[in-house]
């Protein structure tokens, strides 16, 4: 399979504390996503990192890639109650997305 | 702001019937992607299209078909709908300029078939 894999399947962080999320893949990319996805609704895109880019900021997000190990990380910084929601990491295949099967954050306040 | 709108939040209907999934977009993209979600599975590609009329087999089609007469038109069709094909549907567009784009998503179909 192509697709990506999300650590930890699921999270739990009090309000203020910082969540990491991982993915990882298996084949070479152009790009690689991350979306959210809150309960009951659609996927909203969150940044997207090229293969020749290393880190990637976006206001409380940082993204990081690293295509030797292909693996990309996922770092929301002073998390918020809002914040709780899946987060998928996809990666670009031909003219397709494989997406991962997400990691569940929960963020307590 | 792209608008992704899905015709139904919830369906119910039964095994053996024909399903419609309707699903238009706003934004005049080329590309139309239906998935499907599944807890613990993540979301799986059932069919997209890259124009008008066209369409192209994802990773799961079987039981599927789809169609797409109007470019922000694109339907999924479960032509004999069965009780494994419960699931969340979520339909997504995509512009088609140089290099990959994000993908932007409708708020889903959660589909029961009993």
């Known amino acids: 399979s192509q697709q990506g894999e999300e650590d930890p399947q699921a999270l739990s962080i009090q309000e203020g504390e910082n969540a990491t999320m991982n993915c990882s893949y298996k084949?070479?990319?152009?790009?690689l996503q991350w979306y959210r996805q809150n309960s009951g609704r659609g996927l909203v895109h969150l940044i997207l990192i090229r293969s020749n880019e290393r880190e990637k900021h976006s206001g409380r997000l940082r993204v990081t890639l690293d295509t030797s190990k292909k693996s990309s990380s996922l770092l929301i910084t002073a998390s918020r109650a809002a914040d709780t929601a899946s987060y998928f990491c996809?990666?670009?295949?031909?003219?397709?997305?494989?997406f991962g099967a997400g990691t569940i954050l929960r963020v307590k306040s | 702001d792209v608008k992704v709108t899905q015709s139904s939040r919830y369906l119910v209907k039964r095994t053996g019937e024909k399903v419609f999934l309707e699903c238009v977009q706003d934004?005049?993209?080329?590309?139309m992607f239906w998935y499907r979600q599944d807890p613990g599975l993540g979301l799986r590609l059932i069919y997209f299209s890259y124009d008008v009329k066209m369409k192209e087999k994802g990773d799961i089609p079987e039981g599927y078909s789809v169609s797409r007469e109007k470019k922000e038109r694109f339907s999924l069709i479960l032509e004999s709908a069965s009780t494994n094909q419960t699931s969340m549907y979520l339909c997504a567009s995509s512009p088609r300029t140089g290099g990959f784009q994000p993908q932007h998503f409708g708020d889903g179909t959660r589909l029961s078939i009993l």
């Open positions: 996809a990666t670009e295949h031909g003219n397709k997305l494989v």
């Open positions: 934004m005049d993209h080329e590309n």
């Open positions: 084949t070479s990319i152009n790009n």
